[in-house]
T-cell receptor, first 113, second 111 residues
Framework: DGGITQSPKYLFRKEGQNVTLSCEQNLNHDAMYWYRQDPGQGLRLIYYSQIVNDFQKGDIAEGYSVSREKKESFPLTVTSAQKNPTAFYLC????????????FGPGTRLTVT | QQPVQSPQAVILREGEDAVINCSSSKALYSVHWYRQKHGEAPIFLMILLKGGEQKGHDKISASFNEKKQQSSLYLTASQLSYSGTYFCGTEAGGSQGNLIFGKGTKLSVKP
């Protein structure tokens, strides 16, 4: 079955530690995205990538980093510079055609204490 | 600029209709609609493009007023499964796929 996988579903870290969230897709999509979701705030774009080895900052990129070395994978690192990292993180992918609905993964809930 | 959704929340009885609105202050190229159930991934519902093209599920309809930068999602004869939070995502043109999402409208359908 084609889809997007994110792991782990729940992640706990101590303040000051970097943590990497995994996102893999087998939909053969060119574009991939990372969103952060906080209660009552909707989805906010962190980074997106339209093609391998290229990515752009979204609205809230500070304190985050990404890589896109393979078409299937788009890992997100939450660095210690992110002031409020506790949130629900969603990864998505889409084709690069005009009607590019986004397919979302199940999300990772990160708690930093 | 984040689009504004209204209402923030709505409660329906099964079979009733609802309209969810999404308004932007910027000229829009497209509007996307998604539904999310608590703790789950958002699910795609509909895309409306400038010029009138639409793509989405048969049982859900929506409109896109390009001049007013507004979109409305119409949920008719609601079912229990319609419950969830509905998000609109807007694209102001140019950056393909770079959507700005509203804060969501929470819909609860009761038996």
């Amino acid at each position: 079955d084609g889809g997007i996988t994110q792991s782990p579903k729940y992640l706990f870290r101590k303040e000051g530690q970097n943590v990497t969230l995994s996102c893999e897709q087998n939909l053969n999509h060119d574009a991939m995205y990372w969103y952060r979701q906080d209660p009552g705030q909707g989805l906010r774009l962190i980074y997106y990538s339209q093609i391998v080895n290229d990515f752009q900052k979204g609205d809230i990129a500070e304190g985050y980093s990404v890589s896109r070395e393979k078409k299937e994978s788009f890992p997100l690192t939450v660095t210690s510079a992110q002031k409020n990292p506790t949130a629900f993180y969603l990864c998505a992918s889409s084709t690069n055609t005009q009607t590019y609905e986004q397919y979302f993964g199940p999300g990772t809930r990160l708690t930093v204490t | 600029q984040q689009p504004v959704q209204s209402p923030q929340a709505v409660i329906l009885r099964e079979g009733e209709d609802a309209v969810i609105n999404c308004s932007s202050s910027k000229a829009l190229y497209s509007v996307h609609w998604y539904r999310q159930k608590h703790g789950e991934a958002p699910i795609f519902l509909m895309i409306l493009l400038k010029g009138g093209e639409q793509k989405g599920h048969d049982k859900i309809s929506a409109s896109f007023n390009e001049k007013k930068q507004q979109s409305s999602l119409y949920l008719t004869a609601s079912q229990l499964s319609y419950s969830g939070t509905y998000f609109c995502g807007t694209e102001a043109g140019g950056s393909q796929g770079n959507l700005i999402f509203g804060k969501g409208t929470k819909l609860s359908v009761k038996p």
